[in-house]
């Protein structure tokens, strides 16, 4: 079973820190994969997405990325401020038409 | 317009009562999905529809949930005989084509009494 699981599940940091966000996949053969950020009561925002073919992707103080061969990718959030408190989603695409997502990460960055 | 738009934000419905939801892809994308997130749950996949391609069903829960997309554009998810396990946010996305980079509206907020 295609199966997507983040670690941890909850994170609080003191603003500034660099943190690491973890999510690990089942079946290596993706399509590609997509992180999302979830504010309370609001939709989702994409943040970066991965090709199969690539190995990292970077957005401002964002990088994301992949090894599929051990099924792993990994978000990098550099100097944390509070704003980037929120649930991170990762989404896996296995067949070119629709994401399995984690449970999420909850992050709350403390002033 | 600029992102995916989703009307109502929010519906209250009474249990056995049927519900349309509606979904306003971004202009020129192809590839449509709705997802459904229930309190305290992750996303699950119900509906993804790609251009004029018979649409993966595969996701919807039971016969009473059913979704159309009209003119490749808006999308609709209809549930019939609305039950209490239905209330969650129903959340639509869409993206150039399956595969690529997909963005999500801010959701519809079902609650049924």
């Known amino acids: 079973k295609q199966e997507v699981t983040q670690i941890p599940a909850a994170l609080s940091v003191p603003e500034g820190e660099n943190l690491v966000l973890n999510c690990s996949f089942t079946?290596?053969?993706?399509?590609?994969l997509q992180w999302f950020r979830q504010d309370p009561g609001k939709g989702l925002t994409s943040l970066l997405l991965?090709?199969?073919?690539?190995r990292e992707q970077t957005s401002g103080r964002l990088n994301a990325s992949l090894d599929k061969s051990s099924g792993r990718s990994t978000l990098y959030i550099a100097a944390s401020q509070p704003g980037d408190s929120a649930t991170y989603l990762c989404?896996?695409?296995?067949?070119?038409?629709?994401?399995?997502f984690g449970p999420g990460t909850r992050l709350s960055v403390l002033p | 317009g600029a992102g995916v738009s989703q009307s109502p934000s929010n519906k209250v419905t009474e249990k056995g009562k049927d519900v349309e939801l509606r979904c306003d892809p971004i202009?020129?994308?192809?590839?449509l999905y709705w997802y459904r997130q229930s309190l305290g749950q992750g996303l699950e996949f119900l509906i993804y529809?790609?251009?004029?391609?018979?649409?993966?069903k595969s996701g919807l829960p039971s016969d009473r949930f059913s979704a159309e997309r009209t003119g490749g554009s808006v999308s609709t998810l209809t549930i019939q005989r609305t039950q209490q396990e239905d209330s969650a946010v129903y959340l639509c996305?869409?993206?150039?084509?399956?595969?690529?980079?997909?963005?999500f509206g801010q959701g519809t907020r079902l609650t049924v009494v």
């Open positions: 989404a896996v695409d296995w067949n070119g038409q629709n994401f399995v």
């Open positions: 529809f790609q251009g004029n391609s018979a649409p993966d």
């Open positions: 202009s020129g994308h192809t590839a």
């Open positions: 079946d290596s053969a993706i399509y590609n």
């Open positions: 991965i090709q199969s073919s690539q």
């Open positions: 996305a869409s993206s150039r084509q399956g595969g690529t980079e997909a963005f």
